[in-house]
């Protein structure tokens, strides 16, 4: 009933700059945070940035000055602009929203397939 679809991830070296994008997709009402995680290999998924509907962004420590988080409402479309990329931010970057669907109740976590980002010379 809802896709999430991530692009833009890829190979980078570091130093460089990539912009992630996320379209929400299907029987959407409305979208209320939407968000970005990331897992590296043998470590747990971490936030990295999250928008909500109104209101603060919210950034890792790690990403701060760094990576910007924005949206798109009228396109359901949530992006990642990383700057100043460390290799330590290699991961795999996952899409997360909130929404309510239609006819539904209470909103619901969705998640993106992932998008793998390298950092590396």
């Known amino acids: 009933q809802v896709q999430l679809v991530e692009s833009g991830g890829g190979l980078v070296q570091p130093g460089g700059s990539l912009r992630l994008s996320c379209a929400a997709s299907?029987?959407?009402?409305?979208?209320?945070?939407m968000g970005w995680y990331r897992q590296a290999p043998g470590q747990q998924r971490e936030l990295v940035a999250v928008?909500?509907?109104?209101?603060?962004?919210k950034y890792a420590d790690s990403v701060k000055g760094r990576f910007t988080i924005s949206r798109d409402n009228a396109k359901n479309t949530v992006y990642l602009q990383m700057n100043s990329l460390k290799p330590e931010d290699t991961a795999v970057y996952y899409c997360?929203?909130?929404?309510?669907?239609?006819?539904?109740?209470?909103?619901?976590?969705?998640w993106g397939q992932g998008t793998q980002v390298t950092v590396s010379s």
């Open positions: 299907g029987s959407i009402r409305w979208i209320n945070a």
């Open positions: 997360n929203a909130e929404i309510l669907l239609i006819l539904r109740v209470l909103p619901q976590d969705y």
């Open positions: 928008i909500p509907s109104g209101g603060s962004t």
